[in-house]
């Protein structure tokens, strides 16, 4: 059950190994730091200390400091990862990958539409200059869209928003503050 106490073994938790002192009974860390999980606590321990994890656990309410464990324990990971970023690196990245993703399927659609258009029987006499109106409509609120026509569609998107110069960097995201 979330944030109970179990009950203990004999054993420290991982926290009280990793810091070589006797575990007592109402060891703010045993019920988070299991004894069998000790690079959980090393990596938090790393990041934000024994001292800081101990005052933010007694801030938050018991129903939610798994919670709280859980998620210093992923930023601590993250920030082992990538000591600059750590997490909000991830996120920039998985915002980047999502611009590209929405532009590959803006392309895929307009293709789908503008060969919808040049088979169909009662517009047959519509141009390629009909499918270029609809390229520039259909992408110009995308962030890789500057000017592009329907002879850069081969390039990929990827090379498109390093190109134009939009999200290769971690100051574009709208969801970082």
């Not at 750590?86 to 539409?113: F, N, T, W």
């Not at 009909?130 to 259909?138: H, N």
Request: net charge positive; glycine share 4%.
């Amino acid at each position: 059950m979330k944030g109970s106490h179990e009950p203990r073994s004999s054993s420290s938790c991982a926290a009280c190994k990793t810091l070589k002192r006797r575990c007592s009974p109402t060891c703010i860390f045993a019920p988070y730091f299991h004894s069998d999980d000790a690079k959980k606590f090393a990596q938090v321990h790393k990041v934000f200390g024994a001292s800081n994890v101990s005052k933010i656990l007694t801030e938050v309410p018991e129903d939610q400091r798994e919670d709280t464990v859980n998620s210093l324990a992923y930023e601590a990971e993250a920030r082992l990862r990538d000591p600059v970023y750590g997490c909000i690196g991830a996120i920039s990245m998985l915002q980047r990958k999502m611009i590209q993703l929405q532009h590959d399927l803006a392309v895929a659609r307009a293709r789908l539409a503008c060969y919808a258009l040049k088979n169909s029987p009662s517009l047959s006499s519509c141009s390629s200059s009909c499918c270029a109106m609809l390229d520039e409509a259909t992408f110009s609120g995308f962030p890789a869209w500057s000017g592009l026509n329907s002879n850069n569609f081969s390039q990929n998107s990827s090379d498109l928003i390093s190109q134009h110069g939009q999200a290769s960097d971690f100051s574009y995201s709208s969801y970082i503050l």
